[in-house]
Structure formats: C-alpha cells, structure tokens
C-alpha cells in the first residue's frame, strides 16, 4: 500500500509542477506581448518562479521515498 501511496504522491506532484511551469510561462509571455519593454523584468521574475514551482515535486518525491523506505 505505500508503494501505491508513494507513486499517486509522485506522479501527482510531476502533473502539478508541470501545470504550475506552464501557468508562470504562459503569463510570461502574455506579458511581453502586452508590454515589450518589460520583458527582462518579467524574464527574471519568471526565472525566480519557475524554480519555486519545481520545488514542490521534488519535495514530494522526497516524501514518497520516506513513504517508501519507513
């Protein structure tokens, strides 16, 4: 049964942290296509997002490992 746990935790997590990439990416480009001239502040705010957002899947592959070795 963890095992079950730890790849529902996995998988779920790589499809939310590949949603939320797309959402910060796709709002970056809809705002240098509004806004051109703003496009290095909205590319580093997106490179400051991006990160963020991955961060949640591999925390939650770290858990489903503790799920899967405890």
Do not use: D, N, W, Y
């Amino acid at each position: 049964m963890s095992l079950l746990g730890a790849a529902i935790a996995a998988g779920l997590a790589a499809v939310g942290g590949s949603i939320a990439v797309a959402i910060i990416v796709k709002a970056t480009l809809e705002g240098v296509t509004r806004q051109p001239e703003l496009r290095g502040t909205l590319q580093t705010l997106m490179f400051i997002g991006v990160p963020l957002a991955e961060a949640v899947p591999i925390i939650a592959i770290v858990i489903s490992f503790l799920l899967l070795f405890s």
